[in-house]
């Protein structure tokens, strides 16, 4: 089976996750019947959720780093990464004010009294009151489940006058008004625990704030028994508090008596609870007569570092890939279960949580609510095959956590039941790649092994009468004939001296999976003669032996990126009218964001706008649209483009392979995907392309054509209608159907340009004439057959850039070359003790069997032929 899963597969199937889903919103009437099935129509959709009304979100779901406020005037010396207030925060971390937070050192027990703030009108005076008073304290109460990032629901403030509570739902898009009295230096804010509330106020309101009193932060300092509020109101006011409530719908509205009164608690009793708090500290004698320290100084620094924090977007170089190891180290201690189910395992909660954290972003819901931990463990672990197994997994073990129990929280989540086929398809997916990769055996006539193979391979041998088939599991067989030159005849060749398998680092028997030690974005670029060495490069290793090794390649392709300036992910991508162009290069880095769109936030928006398009609030919309609008270089975009964005980015093969297991059709339009530090091929293209992309259809029609037939699985009729724009017309219209209503909502897009698209494309304006001078010009191979495997999401293109570096600069030696410094890193990470006689880092010469060898060039054609991949 395929060792452990690769960047690439996971984004491979994420991407065709995103173009399930979206084909099933597509279809109009197969969504129809599948809800019927399961159930109510995409939740989200219909679903009023509050922060669908807010006008300015700071914080979306993108995988773009967050934007902070930038101060006027002070545009220009402040860079991406600086606190906006940063030099005010510095000098109050040097000299902090002197505040007395009370004057008569007393507090008023909570009266009835409070003021409901949510009109602007309101924030308006409330500011005006904070900008007099010289001391007031702070909280804030969050919402999680329901949204991605989270969103603050509720503002409390308290005076030594009154109490107001702020409706931060309500005034979401106001709340700025409030920015000049929080970075007011001479305005002391009090916070208890404000490290988060720091955080959020940046996220929601650009609200940074300067001057602040933590009561915690002075509890750490007087060494106090407990540091939480319940706590302090204990002691300090003898008032005991249910924090139970913390954990209320905070969108709630009105919101109950018993909730404001635990909002108001929170803040009420903080200016006394400080004022107390500073007098101790003050009062503290130092630790020895020579210890200067001032605890109040100690305390008002520590609390102004909170302030200094910015929040940022948590980044993860895989979506999923945090949740994805937590899930996995708790749940994969299963007793009797083998390594190759723990590895498969893994591979399946790593997908899961992909495409979990996907949908999340996507229908802005937190991880939790569109598919618990628990159940992604389960499923990995059952590997269900049906959607009505999904449906039971889910909600048996949602029920046995006690995860169901409040309704706010179904299980199923409606996310989970709308996209249940999505979550079958992903199931399923794996379970064909573990079947695909089969690794089997050949041994010689005296039962010698002389390597490993595919089952391809091995049924090339079996068909010829070449070979017999020795054993079933793993699929091995004897060869009929005497090798041409055994292995070890020769001098550093390479042969398997032991029948046995076993790890060829530890040693271990009992399991073993393949590795394959030079990884694939760059062997697949490989000249075909130079990948035939498959034998040698790849080895048998345990489970634990691989994930070393496999680590240690991770990183040392992060410095092969370095070394060659060649980024591992594919940064930007633009579309030049009849093609898109990839920057992989570091010169990249340069491009200013009009330039271009990474090709994972081109999809994600472009999946939102036609999934959920007609639902967003318009500030959402207009923000997606405009990566769309980027990456087209235009203003105008149609629901086809949209389409098309979707493609973008998968490869021709996973395209395919996603319509044959869908039977959908796809309108194949573009992705003549060129690689800027490529070629001369994109006038070429834009020439042999007529309008309506039929040179492509063609083209993909006789593939179809081979495919079909040679696999008997379907009729060459059946094939030929998969790529006719007249069979793709009812899906296609059907989408377009769902577009419109997008587009009626974007004031920009007139709906005649939708028809006249095509035509409009055509005409070259002078800013494509400009892009395409980006392009140096080399050989395009845009129609080898590995450039039909590279997904522009994972590792392909850059392997493609390096391995093109590598023939350019110092041909095939080159290659030997970075092969010999893969073979150094296995061996550096592994140490192995049980590699076969004969095996070299130096290897390079040919394993071959002579004359009916697969890899002989009179059989190649033949091979070839053969080879449907
Ligand atoms: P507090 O600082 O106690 O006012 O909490 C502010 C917000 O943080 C609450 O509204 C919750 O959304 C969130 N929060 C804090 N602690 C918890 C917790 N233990 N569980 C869930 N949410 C919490
Ligand atoms: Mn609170
Ligand atoms: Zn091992």
Redesign the pocket.
């Known amino acids: 089976m395929e060792a452990a899963i690769s960047i690439e597969t996971i984004n491979a199937l994420v991407a065709m996750v995103c173009v399930a889903a979206f084909f099933v919103a597509a279809s109009s009437v197969r969504r129809w019947r599948r809800q019927r099935t399961f159930g109510g129509i995409c939740c989200s959709e219909l679903e009023d959720k509050p922060q669908n009304r807010f006008k300015r979100v700071l914080a979306d779901n993108s995988y773009s780093p967050f934007k902070h406020f930038k101060q006027e005037g002070k545009e220009k010396e402040i860079s991406l990464r600086m606190h906006p207030f940063a030099d005010e925060i510095a000098s109050l971390l040097e000299q902090p004010p002197l505040t007395t937070f009370m004057t008569n050192h007393e507090y008023s027990d909570m009266s009835n009294s409070y003021v409901w703030i949510d009109t602007e009108h309101q924030l308006d005076l409330l500011a005006g009151l904070l900008s007099k008073e010289r001391v007031f304290a702070v909280?804030?109460?969050?919402?999680?489940l329901r949204s991605f990032l989270?969103f603050t629901?509720?503002m409390q403030i308290s005076t030594q006058k009154e109490d107001y509570v702020i409706d931060t739902i309500a005034l979401h898009d106001s709340m700025g008004i409030l920015r000049s009295v929080f970075a007011d230096s001479s305005i002391c804010k009090v916070f208890?625990?404000a490290d988060?509330?720091v955080l959020w106020l940046q996220r929601d309101f650009h609200i940074y704030v300067v001057n602040m009193f933590d009561t915690a932060k002075a509890c750490e300092i007087l060494s106090k028994p407990q540091k939480s509020?319940a706590y302090l109101l204990e002691t300090y006011c003898g008032v005991s508090t249910d924090?139970t409530l913390?954990?209320?719908d905070?969108r709630l509205r009105p919101l109950s008596a018993e909730m404001i009164e635990y909002?108001r608690n929170?803040v009420h009793y903080l200016l006394y609870i400080a004022d107390c708090l500073v007098s101790e500290l003050k009062r503290k004698p130092p630790a020895s007569p020579d210890d200067k320290l001032n605890f109040f100084f100690e305390a008002s620094h520590r609390s102004n570092m909170v302030c200094m924090q910015l929040y940022a977007k948590e980044v993860e170089s895989t979506p999923g890939a945090s949740a994805s190891a937590s899930i996995l180290s708790r749940n994969l201690n299963i007793e009797g279960i083998t390594s190759w189910r723990r590895l498969e395992m893994k591979d399946l909660i790593w997908i899961l949580c992909a495409w979990r954290d996907l949908m999340a972003r996507i229908h802005d819901e937190s991880l939790r609510y569109v598919l618990s931990d628990h159940a992604i463990a389960a499923l990995a672990v059952k590997a269900p095959k049906s959607p009505t197994e999904i449906y039971d997994i889910i909600l048996h073990v949602d029920i046995s956590n006690g995860l169901n129990a409040h309704p706010a929280l179904p299980s199923p989540s409606p996310i989970a039941k709308n996209h249940v086929e999505d979550l079958c398809f992903l199931l399923q997916e794996m379970n064909a790649n573990v079947d695909d990769s089969e690794t089997c055996w050949i041994y010689a006539s005296d039962g010698r092994l002389l390597c490993y193979c595919d089952r391809r391979k091995l049924e090339w041998y079996v068909q010829r009468d070449l070979a017999r088939i020795v054993e079933d599991d793993p699929p091995a067989i004897m060869l009929l004939f005497e090798p041409k030159g055994r292995p070890e005849d020769e001098d550093n060749e390479f042969y398997i001296q032991s029948k046995k398998n076993m790890c060829v680092g530890c040693g271990e028997k009992s399991h073993y999976i393949r590795y394959r030690i030079i990884p694939s974005c760059y062997r697949m670029h490989f000249p075909e003669h130079l990948k035939s060495h498959r034998s040698h490069d790849i080895v048998l290793l345990c489970v634990d032996c691989h994930e070393v090794a496999h680590s240690a390649a991770e990183k040392y392709k992060k410095k092969v990126a370095q070394e060659f300036g060649i980024p591992l992910f594919v940064q930007k991508i633009v579309n030049l009218g009849e093609s898109t162009v990839a920057t992989v290069a570091s010169t990249s880095v340069n491009l200013t964001e009009e330039t271009g769109v990474s090709p994972l936030q081109l999809r994600t928006a472009a999946m939102a706008l036609l999934r959920h398009g007609s639902n967003m609030p318009s500030g959402r919309l207009e923000e997606l649209m405009q990566i769309v609008k980027t990456y087209f270089g235009r203003q105008e975009i149609s629901a086809e483009d949209l389409e098309a964005a979707l493609l973008v980015g998968m490869s021709p093969h996973e395209r395919r392979r996603f319509e044959k297991k869908r039977g959908l059709s796809i309108r194949h339009n573009e992705q003549n995907i060129i690689y800027k530090n490529d070629t001369s091929s994109i006038v070429q293209t834009a020439e042999d392309n007529d309008k309506n992309g039929s040179m492509y259809v063609a083209e993909e029609s006789s593939e179809y054509k081979f495919k079909y037939t040679d696999s008997g699985q379907r009729s060459l009729s059946n094939a030929s209608t998969i790529v006719t724009s007249s069979a793709s017309l009812l899906d296609h219209n059907a989408s377009v159907a769902n577009s419109i209503q997008i587009l009626d909502r974007v004031q920009e897009i007139e709906q005649e340009n939708v028809s006249n698209m095509n035509e409009g494309n055509k005409n070259e304006n002078p800013s494509d004439e400009a892009r395409r001078n980006l392009i140096p010009s080399m050989s395009e191979v845009a129609s080898s057959g590995t450039t039909k495997k590279v997904s522009l999401l994972g590792h392909g293109p850059h392997g493609k850039q390096v391995v093109e570096h590598l023939l350019c600069k110092y041909g095939e030696d080159g290659i030997q070359q970075f092969c010999q410094r893969w073979r150094k890193v296995f061996v550096d990470a592994i140490h192995p003790r049980f590699l076969p006689y004969g095996w070299d880092i130096m290897h390079s010469g040919r394993r071959d069997f002579g004359e009916y060898s697969v890899y002989s060039p009179a059989k190649r054609a033949v091979q070839e032929a053969n080879d449907l991949d």
């Open positions: 909280d804030t109460e969050q919402h999680s989270g629901a509720l208890h625990g988060n509330d509020l924090k913390q954990r209320e905070w909002a929170d």
